[in-house]
C-alpha cells in the first residue's frame, strides 16, 4: 500500500511504479507528465535492487560469447567422436579416454591464429591434454595432427586451410549467440546418444 498518497511539492496524487515483478520502485507525480510539476521520488530499495540485477542480466559481449562458443564446439566435437560409450580417441598419440575425461577440444589451426577456422568443426578434433597443450608446440603432435587431417579430408583441402588462416572474418554477437544455441542443441543430442 502507498504510503505516500499526495505529491509533497504540488499535492496531487502519486503515481507508483513497479517493476516486472509487481515490486513498487518509486513514486511520481502525475502532473510531471504535463511539465506541471517536478517531483520524482528517490530510488527505493527495490528499484536499487532491481536495476543491479538487470545490470547483471545486460547482453554478453562478442567476446565473451566468442568464449562461450569456443566451449560449446570443443565439448560438441568430442562428443560426436565418442562411441556410444563416451570414449574417443586423441588424433594426434592415439590414447583413448572417456570424452570429459582428459580429453579437449583441439585446434589444427590454433584458435588465436585464425579466426576464420576457430570455430570450424573441421579444424577441431579431440586430443588428450597433453597433445593439444604441450605437443602441438612441440612438433610430433602437430605432425600426427597434420597426418590425420590429411588422411581425413585431403592434402588440398588441408591446404587450402593453411591458405585461408588469416582471411579476415567478422562474427557479430548475433552469430555467436545463433552458433552457440545449435552447438548446444546438437550436445544434446550427442549426450543422449551415448547416455550422459
Known amino acids: 500500500m502507498n504510503s ?30 504535463d511539465n506541471a510539476c517536478g517531483y520524482i521520488s528517490v530510488k527505493s530499495k527495490a528499484e536499487y535492487e532491481y ?4 545490470a547483471k542480466k545486460k547482453a554478453k559481449t562478442a567476446p565473451q560469447l566468442r ?22 580417441t586423441c588424433v594426434s598419440c592415439g590414447v583413448t579416454k572417456k570424452w570429459n575425461d582428459g580429453m579437449q577440444g583441439g ?6 591464429s585464425s579466426s576464420y577456422w576457430a570455430l570450424v568443426e573441421e579444424n577441431i578434433h ?25 588422411e581425413m579430408y585431403g592434402e588440398d583441402y588441408v591446404d587450402q586451410m593453411l ?14 549467440r545463433e552458433m552457440i544455441e545449435e552447438f548446444n542443441e546438437n550436445i544434446t543430442f550427442q549426450l543422449k546418444r551415448i547416455g550422459g
Open 107 to 112: 585446434h589444427f589451426i590454433p584458435k588465436g
Open 163 to 176: 591458405a585461408d588462416a588469416k582471411k579476415p572474418i567478422k562474427i557479430y554477437a548475433a552469430d555467436y
Open 67 to 88: 568464449k562461450e562458443a569456443l566451449k560449446a564446439i570443443q565439448k560438441l566435437v568430442r562428443l560426436k567422436a565418442a562411441d556410444d560409450n563416451g570414449y574417443c
Open 126 to 150: 579431440p586430443q588428450c591434454v597433453y597433445c593439444n597443450q604441450f605437443g602441438m608446440s612441440h612438433g610430433i603432435a602437430a605432425q600426427q595432427y597434420t597426418l590425420y587431417m590429411q
Open 4 to 33: 505516500i498518497k499526495s505529491c509533497p511539492v504540488c499535492g496531487h496524487v502519486l503515481e507508483a511504479v513497479h517493476n516486472p515483478d509487481g515490486d513498487v520502485l518509486g513514486y511520481f507525480c502525475k502532473l510531471v507528465i
Open 51 to 54: 536495476e543491479k540485477m538487470a
